[in-house]
């Protein structure tokens, strides 16, 4: 945790003397989520979002920072406009299932984690999370099987 606070106040410190440096902001943005200090991460994330061109990374990492809070519906809607950004967000589809888990919409949950694997074939966390979705939903054999590829993608 002192490395993240160490992180966050140098960040601070160059943002302070560069305040056009936006990826410091998103940097620091990131150790806000990191250390669990969502407010502060979407606030952060929010100077980006309000940029003429915003990144799609910033939507999704202050999705994230809903999700800590608690917040589905807003962390929904980033997660969304990340995708509107980049249809090939893996990330984006990723968490947006994610939230769609946490309030029980395991289907919907289900085609984002899919469409994250059609992205990126080798992402884990996306076969992880599906398996836990399936396993909710009672296709204990599909969840198998994603947990089987989770086990040859992480070498066990």
């Not at 106040?9 to 940097?27: C, G, M, Q």
């Not at 800590?68 to 299932?97: F, H």
Request: glycine residues 8%.
């Amino acid at each position: 945790m002192d490395y993240v606070h160490d992180l966050i106040k140098s960040l601070t410190d160059r943002i302070y003397t560069h305040p056009d440096d936006h990826e410091a902001v998103f940097l620091r943005g990131n150790g806000y989520l990191d250390s669990g200090q969502y407010e502060l991460g979407i606030a952060d994330y929010t100077v980006l979002i309000n940029l003429p061109n915003p990144d799609e990374r910033a939507f999704n990492n202050r999705a994230l920072c809903w999700r800590g809070l608690g917040n589905v519906k807003q962390g929904l809607e980033d997660s969304t406009a990340a995708i509107d950004i980049n249809p090939n967000y893996r990330d984006a589809y990723n968490n947006r299932g994610m939230l769609l888990a946490d309030i029980g919409k395991h289907g919907q949950a289900i085609n984002d984690f899919t469409r994250a694997i059609e992205i990126d074939p080798d992402y884990w966390y996306a076969y992880n999370n599906r398996a836990q979705s399936n396993l909710i939903m009672g296709n204990k054999s599909a969840s198998f099987e994603d947990y089987e590829k989770v086990r040859t993608l992480l070498g066990h």
